[in-house]
């Protein structure tokens, strides 16, 4: 019988599934700490990846487990904002299934031992989707009213839209890459 090894990558994936049912509770009576606590898990992100190839410690756990966290993250705060009608059902939509397809093709992949890693197309569309989400849940709160010249509303559309875009385009290499080492 295998014993689960939580190392730091694994428990900063954990403690980003644990986030998201505390983004939901409160970002929608307190946008400020909602985006604080999405903050705080996006930074996860970057970080469990990081310090598991800093120090050796990638797994075959971290690299099934992490872009299902990625994912609770994403659609959740996806699915908020068209509730809040802040963003647009396909658009959501559109990303969702993007998203559920990459994770469904890794999945396959690894079932092959085969490893089809992030490409940096889609780091950048993770950081382009992080930046609208902020942006779209501040949209009308004390910091955007503060700002003056800048609403975050049209920010976060702008780059929802390049998210939108570059989650088809990676979502396509993603494809591609899978059915050229398959």
Do not use: G, M, R, Y
């Given at each position: 019988m295998a014993i689960l090894r939580l190392n730091?990558?694994?428990?900063l994936t954990l403690s980003r599934i644990l986030l998201v049912p505390i983004f939901i509770l409160l970002v929608y009576q307190?946008?400020?700490?909602g985006t604080i606590?999405?903050?705080?898990?996006?930074i996860t992100d970057f970080l469990d990846g990081y310090l598991a190839r800093h120090f050796g410690e990638v797994?075959?756990?971290g690299i099934i487990l992490d872009p299902i966290a990625d994912k609770f993250l994403i659609v959740s705060a996806l699915i908020v904002?068209?509730?809040m009608e802040r963003l647009s059902a396909w658009i959501a939509i559109i990303i969702i299934v993007r998203e559920f397809l990459v994770t469904g093709i890794r999945a396959i992949a690894l079932s092959k031992n085969v490893?089809?890693?992030?490409?940096?197309g889609g780091k950048i569309k993770t950081t382009t989707q992080m930046i609208a989400i902020l942006c779209l849940i501040l949209a009308g709160s004390i910091v955007d009213?503060?700002?003056y010249d800048f609403d975050l509303y049209d920010i976060g559309l702008i780059f929802i839209w390049i998210a939108l875009a570059l989650s088809v385009i990676s979502g396509l290499r993603y494809a591609f890459s899978f059915w050229r080492r398959m």
């Open positions: 730091p990558p694994i428990i307190h946008p400020i700490v606590i999405f903050c705080i898990a996006s797994t075959k756990l904002l068209v509730d490893i089809i890693p992030a490409e940096t009213i503060e700002l």
